[in-house]
């Protein structure tokens, strides 16, 4: 028998089809200004540099057509195939980037070092994963991780590596990208001195950066437009060429042409990957930027316009050199026809720039996150967007990247050596996220380790390739981002292991609350009006710098609160999951716990944080009140419901309860909570020196004395960070020997 369908919730259901089109649709445009703009503006920059050192002597048709092919085959594995069907897939709640992945690792298994997940926030909704049966080989790998602790450390400094690598982008794609594009006004004048051409760029790049501080919800709603015209011009200007020079490019489309490639050219072939590999340039930002956009709409986007206008933009430029080898080092420029060339010119710069605003964002993301997690000294973040959280502007990594691109730009004043460094820092972030994938697939997945350790074998193997030819030209610029690499895995590491150090000494220092009191008539602790927040790491138990307060000065405020601030490996904790309340010792002391829990990402909005914490305090108190109520309520029933009957018993309960409901039941500590606010609220926290311990070897005295205490005396101080008001905060001063 047929099945009616009704015309009513049929055209509903169209509706909402209609609108989850239009909505993918709507966030595919908006990525094509935040996610492809540094990917979109390689065709600038490839061929110039491939062509360059070596391959100077390999200028005929088969080497131009050659380095298409690797160009075209290089846009279909690495971003179509590896990152558009399998990384996008690999997804922490909606999150992407090197940080989604090492925190989906360390939620599923005991792969984690930063942060493991602690029994007690395990019931977190973003917490929890999927229970399905392990394979043999995930059960083996867990193991080993859980067993071997040097893997663990190895894992996270792999991660770190990859951030550092990340930040480097992050100076070097502005210089690239703009250095690029203002290069190419020599085409049309080509008397003009170098030094004009840096100071245009460097002009270029400080506006640049000056402009953060408004946000990119300001400067940014031009970027998909902009890049929407860049494809468009570029794709179009190949099309042309193609017609226009050399219809037979198109069977470059043949890996064939790989083969004759390096069989000619051998090892100058090889050397030129570290200009090919620039085609790649931007491609993990796809899996970055996944958290402001949806799977769907970075794979609409890129599959049905990026990779196609890529494409014809690369292969009309290969038609245009294989009739013009003599304009091979301003190939892109001179293959544009003499009648578009400014309107172009022009809008390559505004490309450029919009490609260079894509990647400090991220670098602000990622910055963000790594301090969420306490991995990064305390800097400012600002939020430049009251409704989309993720759009921030961290002033001082701004302006470090501003001077670090300037000197970049005015030091090399070479595209080339810029684009050693640049192609090595973008090919090592894949491969990181490549190795990442195998545990994915293998733990996470529960796949077949065959499945993993194929894609490793298929993609990674590509990219060692291309790693191995970046090295070579290490002593040309390839140095540069191993620099930025490690100097940022050190700081990051040596913050961590400082911070680490100094929460496991107030775990190990702390004072248990009974003995704090058992001592109180000794020490005559009297009690003041109003409320003191303590801000400490110690979830159990008193903080030393409480009890060395209280042992110098035996006094503290009527109501106490002891907060913890904790992060999660997760992108976000839900809202009504963040905060646990518990109380400390006997009802009459008024003493409180709040574990105050945060993801990665989660907005801490320090200005309605006391409201909220005093809020959940209170509506503890209620729910404690209500529960006593109930029982002593429940215990009265008993004794009705033996003298007058069911059906009055069953009326009574039903009225309590919805007098609990409506709040109709009093309590008397709310009320006592709400006076000692009225008094004033006060902010406790330690003012600590860490410093090693005189029996600590000479390295981890350098780490802790010198350098961890250098970064803990110039980054953001803790009460800045938390905004607590100065005239309400209480420094307790305390030394540390880790």
Known sequence: MARQVDPESASVSGGLRMNFYATTLCL???SLGIVYGDLSISPIYVYKSTFSGGMQLYEEDL??????????????????CKYILFVLAADDNGEGGTFALYSSLCRHSRMGLLNTVDPAHEHVSSCRSEKSKDTRMSLLIKEFFEKHKSSRIVLVLVVFLGIGMVIGDGILTPTMSVLSAVDGIKVEVPDLHENYTVLIACTILVSLFALQHYGTHRVGFLFAPIMTAWLLCISGVGIYNIFRWNPGVICALSPHYIYKFFEKTGRAGWSSLGGIVLCLTGTEAMFADLGHFSKLSIRVAFSGLVYPCLVLAYMGEAAYLSKHRMDLHRSFFKAIPEDVFWPVFIIATLASVVGSQAIISATFSIVSQCRGLRCFPRVKIKHTSNQIHGQIYIPEVNWILMVLCLAVV?????????????????????????CLMFFIISTVWKKNVLLAFLFVVIFGSLELLYISACLSKVHKGGWLPL????????LMSIWNYGTVKKDAFELQNKVSLDRLLSSGPSLGITRV??????????????PPMFAHFVTNFPAFHHTLIFVTLKSLMVP??????????????????????CIVRYGYKDV???????????????????????????????QSLNCMFAAVGNEVSIASSEQWRNEIKGGSVECQEVNELKEARE?????????????ASDLSPFLKKFAIDIVYGFLRRNCRRPAIALQIPHTSLIEVGMLYQV
């Open 28 to 30: 595919a445009y908006q």
């Open 63 to 80: 080497e131009i057509l050659g380095v298409f092919s690797m160009v075209f085959w290089t846009l279909t594995l690495i971003p179509l």
């Open 410 to 434: 005015i030091g090399f004043q070479d595209t080339n050596m810029i684009g050693n460094a640049y192609g090595l820092a973008a090919v090592t972030v894949m491969f990181i996220t490549t």
């Open 483 to 490: 620099l930025f690499a490690v100097v940022i895995l050190a």
């Open 529 to 542: 009006p109003g409320i003191c927040l303590v801000y400490s790491n110690v979830a159990s138990g008193v």
């Open 572 to 593: 976000k904790v839900p809202v009504d999951e963040r905060f646990v309340v518990n109380r400390v010792g006997p009802p009459e002391l008024l003493i409180f716990r």
């Open 604 to 634: 801490r909005d320090c200005y309605e944080f006391e409201t909220q914490l005093i809020e959940e305090v209170a509506e503890f108190l209620k729910q404690e009140a209500h529960s006593k109520e109930m029982a002593v309520r429940e």
């Open 679 to 691: 008094a004033g609220v006060a902010y406790m926290m330690g003012n600590t020196h860490v410093v």
